[in-house]
């Protein structure tokens, strides 16, 4: 769960063409469609803050979490720079998300941008859907996305170079996959050349991102064990259902019907 580390000081410039507003809107039909007045949202795994931004915009109270200190900094520095009845709706602070103790129950929790592959054991999943049950109001929902296998497994990640550039570096990223298959595990390892425009010299990050592709009926059981249950599966950004070609599945789930 240690990643995002030096990686984590140039993550906005990495995902500058993410579509955050897209994603917002996404989300926000799965919630209209799901729930009415929900008010409230806790964010598992904030990162720097790009949906919670967007979501507080819409009106919606944030509370957003993430194991990484340099991402909260970075959600910060957003936060202080939006107006101030935006910026009151957001809260930002360092927790893991495994075993948060004490936040508010919230109408929805989302967890975006993959969080929920970063949990690789089964106990990291269990113990972070605990984190959900206890934090969800009773007719609250429960959204994710993550890596589905039948899609990973049928369409095998690959190595990718890409370049990245603002008014002060210029970034090469290479991102070497290896396919771990009897741990449903892919080992991302990224590398980054970050030449400095000031002064033109280069620096080198690695680091190793390790992310579990999931299944549907593991993740019927997981929930389950924890008192909550699917309602609804898409692929990522439509409603239809996935499939061997669905690589970022959504997943909604609620509390079980018999709490």
């Not at 010299?201 to 993740?219: A, C, D, G, Q, V």
């Not at 309602?231 to 990522?236: E, G, I, L, M, V």
């Amino acid at each position: 769960m240690s990643v995002f580390n030096l990686y984590s000081h140039y993550y906005n410039l990495l995902y500058r063409n993410k579509e955050y507003a897209a994603e917002t809107s996404y989300i926000l039909d799965l919630i209209h469609e799901e729930t009415q007045g929900a008010e409230s949202i806790t964010e598992l795994g904030c990162g720097t803050g790009g949906h919670a931004v967007h979501f507080a915009e819409k009106g919606f109270t944030v509370n957003g979490f993430d194991l990484s200190q340099t991402m909260i900094d970075e959600a910060e520095k957003k936060k202080k720079s939006l107006p101030e009845s935006v910026a009151d709706r957001l809260k930002f602070q360092v927790g893991d998300i495994r075993n948060l103790v004490s936040f508010p129950e919230s109408d929805i929790i989302l967890s975006l941008f993959h969080v929920m592959s970063y949990q690789i054991a089964n106990q990291d999943l269990i113990n972070t859907f605990k984190t959900v049950k206890t934090g969800l109001k009773p007719d609250g929902i429960f959204i994710f996305d993550f890596w589905y296998g039948p899609g990973v497994l049928s369409d095998k990640p690959q190595f990718r170079m890409k370049r990245f550039e603002d008014e002060a570096v210029g970034i090469i990223r290479f991102t070497e996959p290896n396919l771990v298959p009897d741990e449903n595990v892919v080992d991302v390892n990224f590398t980054l050349l970050i030449t400095d425009k000031s002064n033109g010299k280069t620096s080198e990050i690695n680091e190793l991102h390790r992310m579990r592709y999931l299944f549907l009926p593991e993740l019927n059981f997981l929930l389950k064990a924890c008192g909550l249950e699917v309602r609804k599966s898409y692929h990522w950004m439509t409603k239809e259902k996935p499939t061997v070609e669905t690589w970022y599945c959504c997943l909604i789930a609620g509390h079980a019907a018999h709490d």
